[in-house]
Structures are given as structure tokens and as C-alpha cells.
């Protein structure tokens, strides 16, 4: 009979793990000692859960030389670089478990006096385990997972874009896994682009993960872009016209583009963002037809641009080159527009 799944969140787990180094924590020490340096463990004296203001999830303390290693196991909350240079105050070294290595943020292996260890090698360590490996792989979300899918596409997109585009694999606002894309600067502005989960929480598993893609030009929530007299033109209006002809053309499905027209959103708001919102909508009613305005989607601070249809994780790939396809087109349009009007 397969044995029932009882440590399946991280709290539980990670308690778990704690328990299971306190009742025999020679072995694991021993990786410790690989991973950290044999030289700066002296003899292992306590192991402890949730230690300290900073909420290391296991902290074990070692004397003769006194010394912390905070154990940081991540399943579905981001670690960011904040987190551990705070959990680095009240350890000495902090070692990430991970289910597999590759759900490491791609900034984590240049961070000094901290390593990565999975929880293969971690449960490894304990002989007849309670904690098991399916109730690490229950616990965590499809998060990693599709980050790890995204991250196969950098490598590819880099290629095609060039050395000089940035990409990374940050998550964004609402935590979701995402990968982002900005262009060279062409004249003080950039091309811009996420493709990420298209919903603030992960659907539950078994269920199709949607992504959706975002692009546009850069753009600032103040009166630069967003102009108090709508007749006024911003540089964002004229580049997307360019992505209009140059670039998307009669390509709309070709291109996976959602065509629904943008939300008003906060248009309404005495907040900064709101206002330059509302400033933004008069703009977009008096440049673009009514059938246009899903060109002019985006982020009020970041970007204007259009967004792409709803596909599942199974069909990023299509995503990733039409989104690519664009980026690279519009960059041309871009450059040569400066070029001719300089």
C-alpha cells in the first residue's frame, strides 16, 4: 500500500526536515561540511525552526568556532535577493533547498556565503526518512517548474535578438513566473516586452497553465508620455503606428494578438497613476480609432503596446516566437525611423 502524504506544505516540510536532523544529524552535517567548509563547522549543538526575527525556515548552530547555517527551502514564494541578504545578518551561511537546481534564481550562485542543496541529496541524509521526496514534490506549486520551461527560452530569443537585448527570468508584481525583455535604448526609450502566467494565481494541478505575452515602448506615468492636452502627440503614439504598419500588418492571428479593446482601468483615480491614465485614454481617443485601442494596451508606467491571445504553457513556444518576431521587427523600425529623421 503507497504510504499516505502528511508534510505537504512548506511549513510542515521544512519543521519536518528539522525534526529529522535533530534526531540524526550526523550525516547531514557531513554535506553541510561540503557545501559550507569543514573548517568553519565546529561541533553541532542545536537545530531549531523558524529561527529568529528574519524567519529562517531551519537554523542549526555550531560551537568551537560559533557558527549558523540557515537552511531556506523555497516551493512556491519567490526568494529574492532582499530576503537572503536579511536572513544573512543572523547566519553565517545560508544554504537554499530547492527541488532541483535549476529553480534557482539565475542572480542566487553569484551570492557570497550562500549554496544550493536539493532536497534529494537533503532527504539522502536520513535513512528511513518520514519526510518524503513525493511529499516535497506535493507541497511546492507548478511554479518552478514553469520557470524552468521559460528559462529554455532565453537562450534561443538571445540568439535572435543579439548580446546587447536584456532578458531575465524575475517574476513579476503578482509573483508569477515571467520572463522580460528590453531592448538597447534608441534614443532615451526601449522596447519592452513580458511573457508570463496570465492569471495572479496558479491554477490547480492538472489544469492548463494560461500565458499571454505583453510588448510595447517604454513609457513613464508622468506628463512626458502621457500629455494633459490629448491632442498633443507623445513618442509612444508614433511608435506604435510604426509597429501597426511596419510590423503587424495583416499578421494579427499569425501573430497570436488579442485585438479585445484595453479596460479603463483607474482612469478615474487622484493617485499619479490614475491621472496619468485618464490622460492616456484621451490620448488613445483622439490618435486611434475605436477599433485600434487594442494597440495601446500595457502598463501606465512601463509600456504601451499590445498584448497576446491567452495559450497554454504547452504552446509557448508558438508565444515565444511570435513575441521574438515582433521585438526584432519593431526594434528595426524603431532604429531606422531615428535614422531618417536625424
Not at 491571445?309 to 528595426?332: C, F, H, N
Request: proline share 6%; with cysteine; glycine share 6%.
Amino acid at each position: 500500500m503507497q504510504a499516505s502524504l502528511i508534510y505537504t506544505t512548506e511549513p510542515l516540510a521544512t519543521r519536518a526536515l528539522a525534526a529529522e536532523i535533530r534526531h540524526d544529524h550526523a550525516r547531514f552535517v557531513a554535506l553541510l561540511s561540503e557545501i559550507v567548509g569543514a573548517d568553519l563547522l565546529g561541533r553541532f549543538i542545536d537545530v531549531r525552526a523558524e529561527q529568529g526575527d528574519q524567519k529562517i525556515d531551519v537554523a542549526l548552530t555550531f560551537a568551537d568556532p560559533d557558527y549558523v547555517v540557515g537552511i531556506e527551502a523555497k516551493f512556491d514564494h519567490t526568494l529574492t535577493e532582499d530576503q537572503v541578504d536579511r536572513e544573512l545578518t543572523v547566519a553565517n551561511h545560508l544554504v537554499v533547498l530547492l527541488l532541483d537546481r535549476d529553480h534557482a534564481p539565475e542572480w542566487l550562485p553569484l551570492k557570497g556565503r550562500v549554496s544550493l542543496m536539493t532536497w534529494e541529496d537533503a532527504l539522502a541524509c536520513f535513512p528511513g526518512s518520514r519526510l518524503t521526496l513525493d511529499e516535497i514534490k506535493a507541497a511546492r506549486s507548478g511554479k518552478s517548474a514553469v520557470e524552468v520551461r521559460l528559462r529554455q527560452l532565453i537562450g534561443p530569443a538571445k540568439q535572435r535578438l543579439g548580446a546587447a537585448w536584456r532578458i531575465d527570468s524575475r517574476r513579476g508584481g503578482s509573483g508569477m513566473p515571467a520572463i522580460n525583455f528590453y531592448s538597447p535604448e534608441i534614443d532615451g526609450e526601449q522596447l519592452r516586452a513580458v511573457l508570463q502566467v496570465a492569471q495572479r494565481t496558479m491554477p490547480p494541478a492538472g489544469q492548463p497553465v494560461p500565458m499571454r505575452f505583453s510588448v510595447g515602448i517604454s513609457v513613464r506615468a508622468d506628463t512626458s508620455s502621457y500629455p494633459r492636452d490629448p491632442r498633443s502627440t507623445p513618442p509612444w503614439v508614433e511608435s506604435v503606428r510604426r509597429l501597426q504598419s511596419n510590423v503587424i500588418g495583416d499578421r494579427v492571428h499569425e501573430l497570436h494578438l488579442s485585438t479585445r479593446r484595453p479596460s479603463s482601468g483607474h482612469a478615474n483615480s487622484e493617485t499619479p497613476h490614475g491621472r496619468a491614465h485618464g490622460r492616456k485614454l484621451a490620448i488613445v481617443d483622439h490618435h486611434f480609432e475605436a477599433s485600434e485601442r487594442w494597440l495601446t494596451t500595457g502598463y501606465i508606467d512601463w509600456i504601451v503596446g499590445p498584448a497576446s491571445e491567452r495559450m497554454p504553457l504547452e504552446q509557448v513556444d508558438e508565444l515565444a516566437e511570435s513575441l521574438v518576431t515582433i521585438l526584432e521587427e519593431w526594434y528595426r523600425a524603431e532604429v531606422a525611423a531615428r535614422v531618417t529623421s536625424s
